[in-house]
């Protein structure tokens, strides 16, 4: 399937506002099993979009990335939706995440 760059650059976007959807309604999910399962998380995206501001040249800060991301204030979703990392969550990362 031949597409322009135009219309894959509106599919990704498209694509990108429904997973940050996704992840705003599942509040259960919590960062650190994302880290385990799949490598990256809420706030990996969020580190990516700063990047994405950062090469265009734009002025976006580390907290205003995550907002974008995670809808609200990140200190605000931490308070009302992360739990505690368990000993086992914490070594799983350690093994599977080692970057982070």
């Not at 009302?80 to 995440?97: F, G, T």
């Amino acid at each position: 399937m031949a597409i322009d760059d135009k219309t894959r650059t509106e599919l990704e976007a498209a694509v990108f506002r429904r997973l940050v959807s996704h992840l705003r309604e599942r509040t259960d999910v919590q960062n650190i099993d994302m880290m385990n399962l799949a490598g990256f998380c809420r706030n990996c995206l969020s580190n990516w979009m700063k990047d994405a501001a950062d090469e265009k040249g734009l002025a976006m800060t580390k907290d205003e990335s995550r907002e974008a991301v995670y809808g609200m204030p990140y200190e605000t979703w931490k308070a009302k939706y992360q739990a505690e990392a368990s000993p086992a969550q914490l070594d799983a990362m350690k093994k599977n995440a080692p970057s982070h």
